[in-house]
């Protein structure tokens, strides 16, 4: 038991530079005290006695701010940074060396019984507020951008952003996983997205944008050929097309003139 205590204060002093010394942090950090308290009454969950467990997860939640169903599996040196809010289910399972953040949720999509709430591998990270929900598998290393809503399995080494959340990273190769590592010891984004993640969004439209481009000049070469041949004048292309917006102010509706 104390072997457990020292592992999950070790973590506390890699993933937070604000912990000073172990005495603070085994005193005032309430997802260190969240996680203790589990372990007892997980012990008595699988013992039987499912009320007394019940009574010390309500317990904990009064005291942290954190729920944790007593049916949870949680792994070793798990650390719940600030914790206000989180919410982890009767079914859930946490890999050794995860990360959650305040506001994160491992809940379920169905009222069936059964498992109905996620699995973390090793080393995951959840950013602040996102949802994991449903029995999926969220592979090793994985990363879970802040206010994220996972419906979908993740692959291991993936990056997740958005609601749906869209996976935007794969660590499948050497490369990959050499920037994870150096990221890893330079000191990961704190709330599960890297600094330079793309924007699906924007990423789509500047590809729009460059295929644009591509067929522009197509299109351009195609004229002159056929201005060269006589079968056709050259046509000019618009270079500018501010000229083609519609200022917002002219759409405002005006008074009809007699």
Known sequence: ??????????????????????????????????????????????RGFKWLARMLSNLARLLTGIEIHPGAELGRRFFIDHGMGVV???????????????????GG?????????????RDVVVGAGAKVLGPIAIGDGARIGSNAVVVKPVPAGGTVVGVPGRVIEHAADAAS?????????????????????????????????????????????MSRALEEQGITRHFEHLNDLDDCVLDPAELSTEPEKN
């Open 1 to 46: 038991m104390f072997k457990r205590l020292r592992e999950d204060i070790a973590c506390v002093f890699e993933r937070d530079p604000a912990a000073r010394n172990a005495f603070e942090v085994l005193t005032t950090y309430p997802g260190l005290h969240a996680v203790m308290m589990h372990r007892v009454s997980h012990a008595l969950w699988l």
């Open 88 to 106: 982890i289910g009767e079914t859930a399972v946490v890999g050794d060396d995860c990360t959650l953040y305040h506001g994160v949720t491992l």
């Open 177 to 221: 996983r050499r920037r994870a590592d150096t990221a890893k010891r330079m000191g990961f984004d704190a709330y599960g997205a890297t600094r330079d993640a793309p924007d699906p969004v924007a990423n789509a439209v500047n590809r729009m944008l460059d295929h644009i481009h591509i067929m522009d000049r197509r299109m351009e070469a």
């Open 109 to 121: 999509t169905s009222w069936q019984k059964g498992k109905r709430h996620p699995t973390l591998g």
